[in-house]
C-alpha cells in the first residue's frame, strides 16, 4: 500500500455547519495530486480532547501524513499547536525570532485599527510564536504560522503538517509545506493516480448503477477501478480513480458509458456545462446572451458572469419577478399573462424575445416558474418551471419541467435545465431528452 493520510478539520463553527469546509476537500484534491491516498476527512470542535482522539484514530489507522487546519489564532480556543505538540511528546517553547516576525505582521494592524487592544495584541503574538519544540515553522500567510512536527523520541507516530483554517492562508501556505523534509519523508511511498471525470444530465442516477452492472456482465474489470457516482445540481458525475496500469480498462468503461448514455453524456473530460456554454458563445461566430429570470432571481446572469471573460458575451439581464416588471423592462405583453399566466412556456418565450431587443444580444433566455414552498396549483404545481431560449430571428427552445426539491433546489436546478438549453441551441441539437 502507498502513502496513507488524514485530515483533521478543526474549529465548532465548522463542525456545527455556521462556515463550510473548504479546505477538506481543497487538502483531498491536492493529496491526489501528489500519489497520496486519503483515508478520511474529520471535523472536530474547538475541544483538545476531540481533537486528541482524531489524531489517534487516523495514526491507529496507519496513516502516514496526518494534515490539520485551523486552531493557530490568538484566542484561547484555538488548541491545535498544542495538541498536536502533546500529541508528538514535543513541548510547548517559545521562539522568540518568530514572534519578532509575527510582531512586524501586528503592526500593520495596529496602524490600520489604532483603538486596538495592544496588549490583548501582545498576548496573542506570544500564543502563536508558542510552538512544540523542534518544529518546523512555516511562514505566516496572515498572523498565524504553520507547523510541520514529527514524533519525538523515537515514537512511530505520523507526521503532522498543521495549517491555518482561512483558506486563503492555508492554501498559500501548502507549497513551503510540500518542500519540507518531513513532508517528503512522510509520502515518500506515494504512487500515482489518474482521476477522470464523465458528466449527463437528465437521466437518474439509478441509472448509472445499471451502466456498472451491465458493464461488470460485459467483463469489463471495473473492480480495477475506483468510480464513485453524485447527483450534483441536477447532472450526474461520474469520477473514476485508478493508478496506471488500469489505464487500459478504464478506457473500457468510458466507451461502455458513451455508448450506453450517448444522448445524455455532455462532458466525457470534466468540462463542466458552464465552461461549454462559454466556449460556445465565444466561438466564431460569436455570439452574446441576454437574460429575462422571474423565479431565479438572478442566479442564472450570476453562473453565466462568474468565469472571467464573461463580459464578452454576457449583455445583460433582467429580474422580472412581478408581472409590472416582466411588462416594463422587457415588453411582455400584459394580456399574455392574463390569458396563460405568468408561469407558461407562452410568457417564457416573450421573456427570451424580450431579452434580445431590450439587451441587443444574439441570444435570450426567459424563465419563469413557482420556486415554493408555496403558489403551486393542481395544474401548476411547485416545482413548475418554464424556459425558453431563443436566436434572434432563429432557432428556439422551450420547455417546462418539474423539479423536485426545495425552493432552493428548484432555483439551483433550474439554472442547470436553463445551461443544458442554451448548450443544446448553440450547437444546433434541439430540445433535451426526457427529464
Known amino acids: 500500500m502507498g502513502a496513507r493520510a488524514g485530515i483533521v478539520v478543526t474549529g465548532t463553527e465548522v463542525l456545527t ?26 471535523i472536530v470542535g474547538d475541544r483538545a480532547q476531540d481533537m486528541e482522539h482524531a ?13 490539520t487546519s485551523g486552531g493557530l489564532g490568538p484566542t484561547a480556543d484555538d488548541l491545535t499547536a498544542e495538541v498536536v505538540g502533546r500529541f508528538q511528546g514535543r513541548e510547548m517553547t517559545m ?29 496573542g503574538n506570544r500564543k502563536q510564536a508558542t510552538i512544540p519544540a523542534g518544529a518546523t515553522i512555516l511562514e505566516p500567510v496572515g498572523t498565524a504560522p504553520g507547523l510541520v512536527v514529527t514524533p519525538s523520541g ?73 468510480i464513485t457516482t453524485c447527483l450534483r445540481r441536477g447532472e450526474v458525475e461520474v469520477v473514476t480513480r485508478y493508478e496506471p496500469p488500469a489505464q487500459a480498462t478504464y478506457e473500457r468503461f468510458a466507451t461502455f458509458v458513451r455508448e450506453r448514455h450517448a444522448a445524455t453524456l455532455f462532458s466525457d473530460d470534466g468540462t463542466s456545462i458552464d465552461d461549454q456554454v462559454a466556449a460556445l458563445l465565444r466561438r466564431a ?30 449583455r445583460g439581464g433582467a429580474v422580472v419577478y412581478s408581472n409590472e416588471a416582466k411588462s416594463d423592462l422587457v415588453s411582455v405583453d400584459p394580456a399574455l399573462i392574463g390569458e396563460f399566466g405568468a408561469v407558461s412556456v407562452e410568457v417564457a418565450r416573450a421573456l427570451a424575445d424580450g431579452a434580445i431587443e431590450r439587451f441587443g444580444a444574439d441570444v435570450g433566455v426567459g424563465i419563469t416558474g413557482i420556486a415554493g414552498p408555496d403558489g403551486g396549483t393542481e395544474d401548476k ?55
Not at 473548504?22 to 501528489?34: T, Y
Not at 495514526?59 to 496526518?66: H, Q, S, T
Not at 525570532?97 to 498576548?123: N, S
Open 17 to 42: 455547519g455556521r462556515v463550510v469546509d473548504r479546505n477538506g476537500p481543497w487538502l483531498s484534491d491536492r493529496l491526489r495530486e501528489l500519489g497520496v491516498d486519503l483515508e478520511t476527512i474529520i
Open 381 to 435: 404545481p411547485v416545482g413548475t418551471v418554464c424556459f425558453s431560449v431563443a436566436e434572434r430571428d432563429g432557432p428556439r427552445i422551450d420547455r417546462r419541467a418539474h423539479l423536485p426539491g426545495s425552493r432552493g433546489d428548484v432555483r439551483d436546478r433550474s439554472t442547470t435545465v436553463a445551461m443544458h438549453l442554451l448548450r443544446r441551441l448553440l450547437l444546433g441539437l434541439g430540445d433535451l431528452p426526457t427529464m
Open 95 to 123: 521562539d522568540d525570532a518568530l514572534r519578532g516576525r509575527i510582531a512586524k505582521i501586528l503592526e500593520g494592524i495596529a496602524r490600520r485599527w489604532p483603538h486596538i487592544d495592544l496588549e490583548a495584541l501582545e498576548e
Open 285 to 314: 461566430p460569436a455570439r452574446t446572451v441576454a437574460l429575462a429570470e422571474s423565479c431565479t432571481g438572478g442566479l442564472l446572469s450570476a453562473r453565466l458572469t462568474d468565469l472571467p471573460g464573461s463580459s464578452a458575451y454576457v
Open 55 to 67: 489524531l489517534s484514530f487516523l495514526a491507529g489507522e496507519g496513516c502516514d501524513l496526518i494534515v
Open 154 to 226: 523515537g515514537s512511530t507516530t505520523p507526521a503532522v503538517v498543521v495549517l491555518p483554517g482561512p483558506p486563503r492562508e492555508l492554501q498559500g501556505m501548502w507549497p513551503a509545506a510540500l518542500i519540507t523534509d518531513a513532508f517528503r519523508l512522510a509520502i515518500k511511498d506515494h504512487t500515482e493516480y489518474r482521476q477522470a471525470m464523465l458528466r449527463m444530465f437528465g437521466i437518474p442516477e439509478s441509472e448509472i448503477a445499471e451502466t456498472l452492472r451491465r458493464a461488470h456482465d460485459a467483463g469489463i474489470a471495473i473492480d480495477e477501478l475506483e
